[in-house]
């Protein structure tokens, strides 16, 4: 098998909620979507997706990925998608960095080696563990009432894990921890997630003033050496996010004793070959995981329930659906939640079928 024409798509993806909102005063209304097709001699065709939570989160950003995936494409034509390392190393040497541009391309490949094979991805992945996958709910960063009244609307989609968007003043977020807190239930739990964005002194305050909670810190300052600092302070469990972004900074990380949970999202280390070797890392040394991406719609979360669905249970600290934050859907087929849950599609590849009247005409075509 070979590949012979890579198109690009470009989709905007609405909110749901209207808009999503962080620290630092960040907010996005959309997500910007960019979907692959690679198509192959043998008649088979694969898609992944990249969509950047806007331009200031992460050093990633729409109109990037698709001009990186102009510069990197051509390079693929030609090549057997199916030999998956062959492939990564190949996207290395042609550009160096911006693993998020080569993330939708691994992801495609992925879905044509299950193509090939006839197999879902979470059965190349390992296979499934468990019936299906308990999700977690992002509750934009506002006043502490509303944040707590997000947290029972979602309750009542079945959700019973949180994740606070926090990041603000102390004494605000201490008030934003202790509302939802209060009108928590039995087995919820709630992360503080402030994206980086506190200082030492700060993230210290507020750890100290809901020391009394049974909640988990999340990436609470913007360098790994600040979070290493302040973890060896805290009582409550640390989870570091965008300090981890390769196999090489999660080993530092383990061996520095610097969190207790990692998040790895798809498209800042690479695609699902990279997700993967750090989530059997993670496996193999105890490390608990939330496997998510920055953003997306169907094809995306197909991805990320792949690889979620066949990480062992006792590791699976949480999971996103990133489907559904927004109002336009991508392909038929795609992971939908049910009472708080997902599973893996069950069929080859990705298991879905990208609507092709959504992805519209294609904004770059190569080979």
Request: proline fraction near 5%; hydrophobic fraction near 40%; aromatic fraction near 4%.
């Amino acid at each position: 098998m070979r590949i012979t024409r890579i198109t690009v798509h470009q989709v905007d993806l609405p909110l749901a909620e209207g808009s999503y909102s962080w620290s630092g005063g960040k907010s996005i209304r959309a997500y910007d979507s960019t979907v692959v097709r690679i198509e192959t001699d043998s008649g088979l065709v694969g898609h992944g997706e990249i969509a950047p939570l806007g331009p200031a989160y992460l050093p990633a950003y729409a109109a990037g990925a698709r001009a990186g995936l102009a510069e990197l494409a051509p390079h693929l034509i030609g090549q057997d998608p199916t030999q998956l390392g062959v492939i990564n190393r190949l996207m290395e040497q042609h550009l160096k960095g911006h693993p998020y541009v080569r993330s939708a391309l691994d992801i495609a490949c992925w879905d044509l080696l299950g193509a090939a094979t006839r197999l879902p991805i979470s059965t190349l992945l390992g296979g499934c563990h468990g019936e299906s996958i308990a999700l977690y709910r992002a509750i934009s960063q506002d006043a502490p009432e509303r944040m707590a009244e997000r947290v029972a609307h979602f309750r009542a989609q079945g959700y019973r894990q949180f994740q606070l968007k926090v990041g603000g003043g102390p004494d605000l977020d201490v008030a934003r921890i202790r509302a939802v807190a209060r009108q928590l239930e039995p087995g919820e739990i709630v992360v503080a997630d402030a994206n980086g964005s506190w200082l030492a002194h700060q993230a210290t305050r507020v750890a100290s003033a809901v020391e009394d909670l049974d909640v988990y810190i999340e990436q609470p300052c913007l360098t790994y050496e600040e979070c290493r600092s302040l973890r060896r302070h805290l009582r409550q469990p640390m989870i570091l996010d965008e300090s981890i972004d390769s196999a090489a900074a999660l080993l530092r990380a383990h061996a520095d004793g610097a969190m207790d949970i990692v998040n790895i999202k798809l498209s800042r280390v690479g695609g699902l070959t990279a997700a993967r070797q750090m989530r059997d890392m993670c496996v193999a040394m105890g490390i608990a995981v939330t496997i998510e991406d920055s953003g997306g719609g169907d094809i995306v979360t197909a991805a990320i329930a792949h690889l979620a669905h066949s990480t062992p249970e006792a590791f699976r600290f949480s999971v996103s659906d990133c489907n559904s934050y927004v109002t336009v859907a991508l392909a038929d087929g795609a992971p939908k939640r049910v009472d708080g849950r997902m599973r893996a599609p069950v069929g080859p590849g990705l298991g879905i079928s990208p609507r092709s009247a959504v992805l519209g005409d294609p904004v770059l075509t190569i080979g």
